[in-house]
């Protein structure tokens, strides 16, 4: 189950933010007569949904995962967390629908007809992720349930969805996406640029990219602060594995590194007072110690190594991001187009997307594994929901393979479409109801108008 989440979870800023700067660079082609921002909006329409159909398929894989792996959670608590799901599934095929209107559009619709079709691809992409969000927030602070003999009798929808953790969850994994998507794409152009190819297609696909992921990165920096005091409030075991803090006290230092060791943290950096400081803006803020909690309902000590770490890659990976969007947008403000000049900042720019994805995986791995032992806490733990079927090698075996085929698959497909679009030249390209490559309108086919098509 981590193994394909952590897979797929790579796939979901794509379908909520690559598909909003396709719009972008759509809205700038008709608006300003943009030619090169309307190759950009095609051909990101296409990745889009080559991406779209790998996350098909590997969250179809997923569902099936919930009822094989975990037998003890659908049977007892099927009720509430297969809500959310199930709504997720009508936004999905609304998605389905649009992203294939949208992209048989480009040759067939009026202008801004084809650019309101887009519209409701990232809306329902927002809603997908939403729904997804609802179920695993409400894993964390479960609601809207009444529970007899360990099992569901009465759910309140409406409470399931927007359970007390979902609106927190749901900002943080929304500015996720577009770091995460603005980033790796401006990372594509930046390589292109170190490679010599300074031209306006490069520089226009590098700065929708990387403003829009500059531009979030303070707020989710913001954002995330906030939850982690939501964490300290709402789940304190978890915030114990966070700091490392077996035993409860004021005055906790924050620990970077290190591991625990015998019940003790040992090797780390620790700077005196900060935990205590960060979660009640005191230093005498008294932090709740995860031996408070029984040993059966105790992280182990390997999972709350596991927490510590991932958290501090989290921090540490969103810090280096934020510094790196200061930074260009000090050069931005002193030298303009100059920008795409310093090699320092395209050579961190082209890494920046890696970086993005490492800070996205790291803070999922805190919200799973921090809410270990519990797959519903308060309520259920993982050994009772979990499958007590053995020979589960060979399925996983078979789950690798068909992630391995579809991986690959989708890599081999996104290069071949850059090849064909290197070949084709980044500006040359014929765009629907665009302007033509050499000045003057682009042709439009018989018996289609392009009225509106400029703005």
């Known amino acids: 189950m981590a193994f394909t989440l952590g897979f797929h979870i790579i796939l979901v800023p794509f379908g909520i933010a690559l598909t909003t700067l396709m719009l972008v660079a759509n809205w700038r082609g008709l608006r300003k007569g943009d030619a090169e921002a309307l190759v950009l909006?095609?051909?990101?329409?296409?990745?889009?949904?080559v991406l779209f159909a790998v996350g098909a398929i590997t969250g179809t894989v997923l569902s099936f995962e919930l009822g094989i792996l975990w037998p003890g959670l659908m049977r007892d608590y099927g009720a509430a967390f297969g809500f959310p799901f199930a709504i997720e599934g009508l936004f999905f095929f609304l998605e389905a629908i649009f992203v294939s209107i949208y992209i048989?559009?480009?040759?067939?619709?009026?202008?801004?007809?084809?650019?309101?079709?887009?519209?409701p691809v990232s809306l329902?992409?927002?809603?997908?992720?939403?729904?997804?969000?609802?179920?695993?927030?409400?894993?964390?602070?479960?609601?809207?349930?009444?529970?007899?003999?360990?099992?569901?009798?009465?759910?309140?929808?409406?409470?399931?969805?927007?359970?007390?953790?979902?609106?927190?969850?749901?900002?943080?994994?929304?500015?996720?996406?577009?770091?995460?998507?603005?980033?790796?794409?401006?990372?594509?152009?930046?390589?292109?640029?170190?490679?010599?190819?300074?031209?306006?297609?490069?520089?226009?696909?590098?700065?929708?990219?990387?403003?829009?992921?500059?531009?979030?990165?303070?707020?989710?920096?913001?954002?995330?602060?906030?939850?982690?005091?939501?964490?300290?409030?709402?789940?304190?075991?978890?915030?114990?594995?966070?700091?490392?803090?077996?035993?409860?006290?004021?005055?906790?230092?924050?620990?970077?590194?290190?591991?625990?060791?015998?019940?003790r943290a040992q090797y780390g950096l620790r700077v005196p007072d900060l935990a205590s400081l960060l979660a009640g803006f005191s230093p005498s803020t008294t932090i709740h110690g995860f031996e408070e909690v029984p040993a059966a309902v105790r992280p182990t000590q390997a999972q709350v190594n596991i927490v510590h770490w991932a958290f501090d890659v989290m921090v540490g990976t969103a810090t280096l991001l934020l510094l790196l969007a200061l930074w260009f947008a000090w050069l931005y403000w002193r030298r303009r187009q100059d920008f795409a000049r310093n090699r320092w900042l395209m050579w961190l720019a082209a890494v920046a997307?890696?970086?993005?994805?490492?800070?996205?995986?790291?803070?999922?791995?805190?919200?799973?594994?921090?809410?270990?032992?519990?797959?519903?806490?308060?309520?259920?733990?993982?050994?009772?929901?979990?499958?007590?079927?053995?020979?589960?090698?060979?399925?996983?075996?078979?789950?690798?393979?068909?992630?391995?085929?579809?991986?690959?698959?989708?890599?081999?497909?996104?290069?071949?479409?850059?090849?064909?679009?290197?070949?084709?030249?980044?500006?040359?390209?014929?765009?629907?109801?665009?302007?033509?490559?050499?000045?003057?309108?682009?042709?439009?086919?018989?018996?289609?108008?392009?009225?509106?098509?400029?703005?």
């Not at 909006?41 to 949904?49: D, E, I, M, N, Q």
């Not at 964490?231 to 004021?250: C, H, N, Q, W």
């Not at 393979?401 to 996104?414: E, N, Q, R, S």
């Open 353 to 455: 997307g890696a970086i993005a994805v490492l800070c996205l995986e790291s803070g999922w791995v805190v919200t799973e594994v921090g809410r270990q032992p519990w797959i519903v806490v308060g309520q259920l733990l993982t050994r009772d929901a979990v499958t007590t079927r053995g020979n589960m090698w060979a399925v996983y075996a078979v789950v690798l393979g068909v992630y391995a085929g579809v991986g690959g698959g989708a890599l081999w497909v996104l290069r071949v479409m850059k090849r064909r679009w290197g070949s084709e030249g980044d500006t040359a390209v014929a765009v629907p109801y665009g302007p033509a490559p050499g000045g003057g309108r682009q042709a439009v086919p018989a018996g289609r108008s392009d009225e509106g098509g400029r703005g």
């Open 41 to 49: 909006a095609r051909r990101w329409s296409k990745v889009a949904a």
């Open 104 to 119: 048989y559009g480009w040759d067939r619709m009026r202008p801004w007809a084809h650019f309101w079709s887009g519209i």
């Open 124 to 263: 329902a992409s927002v809603g997908g992720a939403a729904s997804v969000i609802a179920a695993n927030s409400w894993m964390n602070q479960p609601g809207g349930i009444t529970v007899r003999g360990g099992r569901v009798v009465d759910v309140r929808p409406g409470e399931v969805f927007f359970n007390g953790a979902f609106w927190l969850e749901f900002l943080h994994m929304f500015l996720a996406a577009y770091i995460v998507a603005g980033f790796v794409v401006a990372g594509v152009y930046a390589v292109g640029i170190l490679r010599g190819r300074n031209d306006r297609y490069h520089r226009l696909g590098f700065l929708i990219g990387f403003v829009t992921g500059a531009v979030v990165m303070p707020f989710q920096i913001l954002v995330g602060d906030t939850i982690a005091r939501a964490v300290y409030d709402d789940e304190p075991v978890k915030f114990a594995a966070i700091e490392m803090l077996p035993r409860t006290g004021s005055h906790v230092p924050e620990t970077l590194g290190g591991a625990l060791v015998d019940g």
